[in-house]
């Protein structure tokens, strides 16, 4: 039931990381930023792909073809029609198949293969490592239904990490080594945008606050707390 044969592009290319990527790799969006020798960031997402009938398995290279592929073949199925949404995701339109029932954690990993953002761990909503940004809230992926984002804006951390203007984010990261075993930090760094624009400049109660949902089993709070502030100065200066 899920999409086969997807072709992808590179939509934003950035240079000049060689001296941080390295420890960017911890975040988790480590294939974003590239290696150190090649540090480019990379955002993938899908341009092309195929339907697959949930119930036979057949294969389509158009939404529409799926749909009358299914209502002949399978009149009766109990599973019903099968679904489409259009997402966008960190700023581009997907069409996607997805199930009635499918997350939008699965859908991110299942649709688009963005494998570091929405990462599974408790899949229950109480770690917050899944945490995407829906309209510029944070919001948890693994509690969300894929259909129930239509027409809202989503993003994740390797849009945010791609994204010039959050460049400072990243770097002070790095320096401040928020990550250790970097399932957490895909989703702090995600509420870490969230914060910067939500106050400008935070205080660290204010951090602290809005971090509350995110759980680190490394202990690194206070380390996302300096990386935030020294982004948010750099930000404000332009840096």
């Known amino acids: 039931m899920t999409m086969s044969n997807v072709s992808r592009r590179d939509f934003f290319k950035a240079g000049g990381l060689a001296g941080i990527a390295a420890g ?3 975040l988790g969006i480590g294939s974003v930023l590239g290696v150190p020798e090649e ?17 036979c398995g057949q294969k389509t290279t158009d939404y529409d073809s799926l749909v009358k592929h ?14 489409c949404a259009v997402l966008n995701i960190n700023g581009h339109e997907i069409r996607v198949q997805v199930e009635p029932q ?7 990993l299942r649709a ?28 948890l992926a693994c509690t969300t239904l894929a259909v129930q984002c239509e027409g809202r804006a989503i993003e994740t951390s390797e849009g945010i990490a791609a ?13 401040a080594d928020a990550a250790q075993c970097g399932y957490c930090t895909p ?22 606050e809005e971090l509350a949902g995110n759980i ?24």
């Open 70 to 83: 299914f209502e002949e073949a399978h009149p009766d199925a109990s599973c019903g029609i099968p679904q």
């Open 39 to 55: 540090a480019v960031a990379d955002v993938v997402t899908v341009t092309d792909f195929v339907y697959t009938c949930p119930v």
């Open 102 to 108: 499918w997350t939008l954690r699965e859908t991110l």
């Open 24 to 26: 960017v790799a911890g």
């Open 216 to 239: 680190c089993r490394c202990g690194t709070y206070s380390r996302h707390v300096r990386a935030i502030i020294e982004a948010a100065a750099a930000m404000k200066g332009g840096n």
């Open 163 to 175: 994204d010039e203007r959050f460049r400072p984010l990243v770097e002070a990261y790095a320096k």
């Open 112 to 139: 688009t293969d963005l494998h570091g953002g929405a990462k599974e761990m408790c899949d229950r909503g109480g770690c917050g490592s899944c945490t995407v940004l829906i309209d510029g809230v944070p919001a």
């Open 187 to 208: 989703g702090q760094f995600t509420v870490a945008k969230y914060i910067i624009e939500k106050y400008g400049e935070p205080t660290e109660e204010q951090i602290r």
